[in-house]
């Protein structure tokens, strides 16, 4: 069967990149100067995200309220040209809760896209329903269960079960299977973070499910991206050898206008999203090989050390094509997922801008 193939090239030249960089940059301050023209409070969907923050904070967290004042209470979101500008059609929301008992005092913040939780973070060591137990991975699995029940998080199903593969919290772990790959990792804030890349027809996508727990078993953070994802397709109808080929003509043209030789080359496959050509929504993955080039070291450019084309998986078309590059004498090379996952993340993550409004008292019931 003859495969049509179509090619759009975009190729981002270093001082357009940086142009988009100042663009960003430009929009966030533009937001932070005209203050509450750019936020809005939450309005009628206040009381609700507030009940279901209290749930998750109860249920999921296992927090004692009752032992517990809600001293302060904010709920904004972006106004609609700015949500539209960060990520069209959908709605982000940030709660921020101080939850003090005489002393001790919890800073607690949730983020929302469209109503769902998906972030959240706690600041504080809080009093909960619970007894301790020695063993943190049964914590671990207590709390993406309760999660899962409480959320309807039914992926937590197919990722809690690795759990039980982690041979030793006091190293680092990276295990895999057909459904996901589980990182494990010790941070510096003496905490334990699990995260998982789960697969779509054995294809990793980009974005990941983590949650991170204390030395007592309490969550202290949770990033559930996969609440807010969709699928738009995993189909694979450009195998690894056409990508290639395909890639490699656009490559030997980027060397030959740098002056090097193609000395070697990597390929990807992976479900992401298309935040800058406008394929469709923001938050829709598609499959996509990513193939990375390496310049010879002896002809190419001090700052330049290969390139990147990327390329839908099910329709063949060309979407990127990119350098990599090194910035600086003693610069570690930028890595085009690096670029991939921030641009994702400034679309994704629009309750970064935060505002205050005047504090609340109130008595938790």
Not at 51 to 60: I, K
Request: glycine residues 4%.
């Amino acid at each position: 069967m003859e495969t049509r193939i179509t090619v759009r090239v975009t190729k981002v030249s270093k001082s357009f990149m940086k142009l988009l960089v100042l663009l960003a940059v430009s929009i966030i301050i533009s937001f932070v100067l005209i203050g509450n023209m750019s936020v809005c409070q939450c309005g009628e969907f206040s009381d609700s995200l507030k009940e279901v923050s209290l749930r998750f904070l109860e249920e999921v967290v296992d927090i004692r309220l009752d032992a517990y004042d809600l001293t302060e209470y904010r709920c904004v979101t972006p106004d609609s040209l700015a949500q539209e500008v960060l990520h069209p059609g959908h709605v982000g929301t940030r709660v921020d809760l101080t939850l003090s008992s005489g002393s001790d005092e919890l800073q607690v913040n949730l983020w929302f896209m469209d109503g769902e939780l998906y972030l959240f973070d706690l600041d504080g060591t809080p009093k909960t329903n619970t007894l301790k137990t020695a063993n943190l991975l049964d914590c671990a699995t207590t709390i993406l269960e309760r999660y899962k029940v409480q959320f309807n998080a039914t992926h937590c199903s197919q990722l809690a079960p690795m759990l039980a593969e982690i041979i030793s919290l006091d190293r680092e772990q990276t295990l895999e299977n057909d459904e996901a790959q589980l990182e494990f990792q010790l941070t510096s804030k003496d905490r334990l973070r699990f995260k998982w890349t789960p697969k779509v027809d054995g294809i990793k996508v980009q974005t990941s499910f983590s949650i991170s727990i204390d030395k007592n078993g309490v969550l202290t953070d949770l990033g559930d991206w996969l609440r807010i994802i969709n699928i738009g397709t995993s189909e694979v109808n450009i195998s690894e050898e056409q990508a290639v080929n395909i890639a490699l003509d656009l490559a030997q043209k980027r060397a030959d206008e740098v002056g090097t030789e193609i000395d070697r080359y990597e390929t990807l496959l992976m479900l992401e999203n298309d935040p800058l050509t406008g394929r469709g929504d923001c938050f829709t993955l598609y499959p996509a090989w990513t193939v990375m080039f390496y310049y010879d070291d002896n002809t190419r450019p001090a700052n330049i050390y290969g390139c990147y084309v990327g390329i839908w998986a099910d329709t063949g078309e060309v979407f990127t094509i990119n350098d990599q590059a090194r910035y600086g004498i003693e610069s570690t090379p930028v890595n085009p997922w690096t670029i991939i996952l921030l641009a994702s993340t400034f679309i994704a993550v629009p309750t970064m801008l935060v505002f205050y409004q005047k504090r609340k008292r109130s008595r938790i019931n």
